[in-house]
């Protein structure tokens, strides 16, 4: 669940506006929302209009939710929010509606609705009507803006990637700048970038259809937000999925999410090197050594050579930098799909006539809003070290543990330099509630590592029972192609039915 991975960013640079996000006046009130007294608008729904290359499900119907900008004066300001369902496909099998919690922060429901619904009908069998929404400062929903500077919204800047020397002062200046601006610009909306109001906007939009209770499946971010719901609103949820989880001590929330990418990458990448080092790769001319155990020492040395002299890419201006390989390995560990392009680009970084092709992730600018967005929500929910906390000292031990991330999880983000103190504690998750949870997880995450799942599983103690799938990846139901663990969520979401004890899918 790394606050900046690779799916959120894929989604947050292709969204584009869903639904209209301009300040709105709610429609007529349907009822008074439930022990609030507060009323809560009806939805018109329409067809959804996606961007430019998402082909969503026939069905799909979009609308805006109007919620408060700030829940503790809910007669005040209100804020869009995009909303959209997919109804079941076959009514006379529906027992609920299941919400779809994106990961992130930054991740776009509407869209992960529109990607995920038509596998999510045909394995659930109707069972539900599906539903997801677009997070503030997501997509359709009300935007923000810091004024980060075009240099500073490219992903190898926005991460804190150390210099070649391990140095953290361009990082430092970097993150300061940055959270200068967002004071200075995101105002009251960018101050409400936080899960406790994503978790609060969920609740109203389950208000606003009539639901008494929802199911919940959330991947990555999203699983921490299910969690959050599960636990401040126990009675509202029916059976919850959480795809994909991190740790969830409340003193650490995402400053340890992003500290345990550093342990993920290197549990991952033995399964990027078994792949490059098999032979049906050299037909393939991926074939990157002859030995598995040869691969990370390669990968390091040239990392280290571009650290010392940059490529020129065939991205005019964008040279292909070790930190930009780094990046690239971060983003393509993610899923075994990916693992072709990235042995391309090492094969073409090692030719000296070759000129590497970058990822778009590597080359874009991330828009205003969206890179905004990415740094509030982090910073806005719980404190972290300021400036002076060590943090050299901390990348350098961290550079030498884990070399493949260089330091970079550790290193120091504009949380350091955040002006408002957060307005409220996380939530801790604890085994106080219904024991109605399933929890799916790789075993070698480079995201959301396995370790950090056990820390979740702990604290929610006989309330859930862990799947644990025998592969590698990040978000698992429908995503990574295990059938095992794929029966073992279908089965609970349709039936209720979980495994008696924790249990194991091999790959």
């Not at 999410?257 to 098999?278: C, I, K, Q, T, Y």
């Not at 330091?407 to 408002?420: L, Q, R, S």
Request: proline share 8%; net charge positive.
């Amino acid at each position: 669940m790394t606050n900046w991975n690779r799916r959120t960013m894929i989604l947050t640079l292709c969204a584009t506006a869903v639904v209209a996000a301009t300040m709105t006046a709610s429609p007529p009130a349907a009822r008074a929302a439930g022990g609030q007294g507060t009323p809560v608008p009806q939805l018109d729904w329409h067809p959804c209009e996606l961007p430019a290359g998402t082909a969503g499900p026939a069905g799909q119907e979009c609308a805006t939710l109007p919620v408060p900008l700030d829940y503790s004066r809910p007669d005040g300001r209100t804020v869009p929010v995009a909303v959209s369902r997919l109804r079941s496909d076959r009514p006379a099998h529906r027992r609920g509606t299941l919400v779809v919690i994106p990961g992130g922060p930054g991740s776009s429901g509407v869209q992960r609705l529109a990607q995920k619904g038509a596998a999510l009908q045909e394995a659930l069998g109707g069972a539900y009507d599906l539903i997801s929404l677009d997070p503030r400062g997501v997509g359709g929903s009300v935007k923000a803006r810091c004024g980060i500077p075009a240099a500073d919204r490219r992903l190898v800047t926005l991460r804190s990637w150390p210099s070649p020397d391990g140095g953290i002062g361009e990082n430092t200046a970097r993150s300061r700048r940055t959270a200068e601006s967002c004071a200075a610009n995101g105002g009251a909306v960018l101050r409400s970038f936080t899960t406790r109001n994503e978790v609060r906007d969920i609740d109203r939009f389950r208000q606003a259809l009539g639901e008494r209770r929802l199911s919940v499946w959330g991947t990555s971010y999203g699983a921490y937000v299910g969690a959050v719901y599960g636990q401040t609103r126990p009675g509202r949820v029916d059976r919850l999925v959480l795809d994909s989880t991190g740790d969830p001590d409340p003193s650490r929330v995402a400053r340890g999410w992003l500290e345990n990418m550093a342990r993920g990458a290197a549990d991952r990448f033995a399964d990027f090197a078994h792949w490059s080092a098999e032979p049906a790769r050299e037909a393939e001319g991926l074939r990157l050594a002859p030995r598995a155990e040869d691969v990370e020492q390669l990968f390091l040395a040239l990392a280290e050579e571009l650290d010392r002299d940059p490529r020129d890419s065939g991205t005019p201006g964008v040279p292909l930098t070790g930190n930009g390989l780094r990046q690239a390995l971060q983003n393509a560990l993610y899923s075994d799909r990916a693992f072709p392009a990235l042995a391309r680009l090492i094969q073409e970084a090692r030719d000296p006539e070759g000129v590497p092709a970058l990822p778009p992730d590597l080359t874009q600018t991330i828009p205003d809003e969206d890179a905004s967005l990415m740094v509030a929500t982090i910073c806005n929910d719980v404190r972290w070290p300021g400036a002076g906390s060590g943090y050299a000292e901390r990348v350098a031990a961290d550079r030498a543990r884990y070399p493949l991330t260089a330091g970079m999880p550790v290193n120091i983000t504009p949380c350091a330099f955040w002006k408002d103190t957060p307005a409220e504690r996380p939530a801790r998750i604890t085994d106080r509630g219904p024991s109605n949870i399933l929890m799916v997880q790789s075993l070698r995450d480079p995201a959301t590592p396995y370790a950090g799942a056990l820390k979740m599983r702990t604290a929610l103690g006989d309330r859930a029972r862990l799947v644990t799938v025998g592969q590698g990846g990040h978000g698992m139901y429908l995503g990574n192609g295990n059938a095992c663990g794929d029966r073992a969520v279908t089965r609970f979401l349709t039936t209720g039915h979980r495994p008696a004890q924790d249990t194991d899918c091999p790959n």
